[in-house]
């Protein structure tokens, strides 16, 4: 079975898809000085964006990994989550807190999904 890669540089790859399978590498913010709910709403942009060009949607993703810098951010990030996710399609997912590559980052998402 093949394995396309797209956008990749030296470290990673945007999206991989093998077989009927899509990962999405984890996504960021472009602008880190925005809130907790405005970097929720670019990372979900961009995750949406990902997987139409992988020839995926967002009712087709099947895990979600979620981090975020601070915990007590967590229901402002499933208020944007919660009305992003297709009603009945929710992905398995998980959140936890953490230490993100910048300070500035507040939360970061990693996604698997469905062709």
């Known amino acids: 079975m093949s394995i396309?890669?797209?956008?990749?540089?030296?470290?990673?790859?945007?999206?991989?898809?093998?077989?009927?399978?899509?990962?999405?590498?984890?996504?960021?913010?472009?602008?880190?000085?925005?809130?907790?709910?405005?970097q929720t709403r670019q990372v979900l942009h961009k995750v949406e964006t990902l997987l139409a060009e992988a020839g995926s949607d967002k009712s087709k993703i099947l895990s979600a990994q979620i981090w975020i810098a601070n915990i007590g951010h967590f229901a402002q990030m499933n208020e944007i989550w919660d009305a992003w996710v297709p009603a009945g399609d929710a992905p398995a997912r998980a959140c936890i807190e953490a230490r993100l590559a910048s300070p500035d980052l507040l939360v970061e998402v990693g996604i698997i999904a469905a062709k």
């Open 4 to 38: 396309t890669r797209q956008h990749t540089n030296q470290r990673m790859s945007q999206i991989v898809i093998h077989g009927d399978s899509v990962y999405l590498a984890g996504q960021v913010a472009d602008d880190p000085t925005a809130d907790i709910r405005e």
